[in-house]
């Protein structure tokens, strides 16, 4: 089943895009600002994204750059800014296609079957597994082997590390990772990470205080080495 994410803060439209797009065989997740949009995405990959742009806590733009960061689905922006610069400002942000509000049905409908093919046929999708010297992270399953052994992580966890090995050899901000798993509002708890970031080390890595895979930059962020 193909995963909608649809980010839209009204909810008259809410409603009625789920609607149209259950009835369509998709299967729908819903936020209503851009904090709890990107924590769903991270959590759930969706398959394609619509996006409103103006919303309570972020700006659409942002909420683009953020996903950009580490997924590839399809994003169609769905919006009332309809300037040629706001479009252009979105493109080039990373978004796919561009909707103005309002909309009609059938040709948002239309646009979101042809961004889905396009992606399916660049053969553009998730890496499925991530495999290192010392474990194995199965994204579909959301799993993660050392040797014989399932290891368990927590939700946030899991988040955490999904979020690193979506730029392999990068080095990802504090502040990023702060806004991907926690929100927007956390960007300056940095302490959460270290406590994280340890619990991952000693979960995954053979030598925890010397890690190979889940790398510091001090002050900085992590980077994630296979
Ligand atoms: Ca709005």
Same mark, same amino acid.
């Given at each position: !089943?193909?995963?909608?994410? $649809?980010?839209?803060?009204?909810?008259?439209?809410? /409603? %009625?895009?789920? =609607?149209?797009?259950? #009835? *369509?065989?998709?299967?729908?997740?819903?936020?209503?600002?851009?904090?709890?949009?990107?924590?769903?995405?991270?959590?759930?990959?969706?398959?394609?994204?619509?996006?409103?742009?103006?919303?309570?806590? !972020?700006?659409?733009?942002? $909420?683009?750059?953020?996903?950009?960061?580490?997924? /590839? %689905?399809?994003? =169609?922006?769905?919006? #009332? *800014?309809?300037?040629?610069?706001?479009?252009?400002?979105?493109?080039?942000?990373?978004?796919?296609?561009?909707?103005?509000?309002?909309?009609?049905?059938?040709?948002?409908?239309?646009?979101?079957?042809?961004?889905?093919?396009?992606?399916?046929?660049?053969?553009?999708?998730?890496?499925?597994?991530?495999?290192?010297?010392?474990?194995?992270?199965?994204?579909?399953?959301?799993?993660?082997?050392?040797?014989?052994?399932?290891?368990?992580?927590?939700?946030?966890?899991?988040?955490?590390?999904?979020?690193?090995?979506?730029?392999?050899?990068?080095?990802?901000?504090?502040?990023?990772?702060?806004?991907?798993?926690?929100?927007?509002?956390?960007?300056?708890?940095?302490?959460?990470?270290?406590?994280?970031?340890?619990?991952?080390?000693?979960?995954?890595?053979?030598?925890?205080?010397?890690?190979?895979?889940?790398?510091?930059?001090?002050?900085?962020?992590?980077?994630?080495?296979?």
């Amino acid at each position: !089943m193909t995963r909608v994410l $649809v980010v839209e803060d009204n909810p008259q439209i809410i /409603r %009625a895009l789920a =609607l149209n797009l259950k #009835a *369509r065989k998709y299967e729908v997740d819903t936020a209503l600002d851009g904090a709890t949009a990107l924590r769903l995405a991270a959590a759930a990959p969706p398959d394609v994204v619509l996006l409103d742009l103006g919303l309570p806590d !972020m700006d659409g733009i942002d $909420v683009i750059r953020a996903l950009r960061g580490w997924a /590839r %689905a399809p994003i =169609l922006v769905v919006s #009332a *800014r309809h300037t040629s610069m706001e479009k252009v400002q979105a493109l080039d942000a990373g978004a796919d296609d561009y909707v103005t509000k309002p909309f009609s049905m059938d040709e948002l409908m239309a646009r979101l079957r042809a961004a889905v093919r396009r992606t399916e046929e660049a053969g553009v999708g998730e890496p499925v597994t991530v495999a290192t010297d010392d474990f194995t992270i199965d994204l579909l399953a959301k799993k993660v082997h050392r040797g014989d052994t399932d290891i368990r992580l927590t939700p946030t966890e899991w988040q955490l590390l999904e979020v690193l090995i979506r730029h392999p050899g990068r080095l990802v901000s504090q502040k990023q990772l702060l806004q991907e798993v926690w929100g927007p509002s956390y960007e300056t708890h940095t302490n959460y990470l270290r406590v994280y970031m340890a619990q991952l080390r000693r979960k995954l890595e053979t030598d925890p205080t010397h890690p190979r895979h889940l790398i510091t930059e001090p002050g900085m962020g992590y980077r994630f080495e296979k």
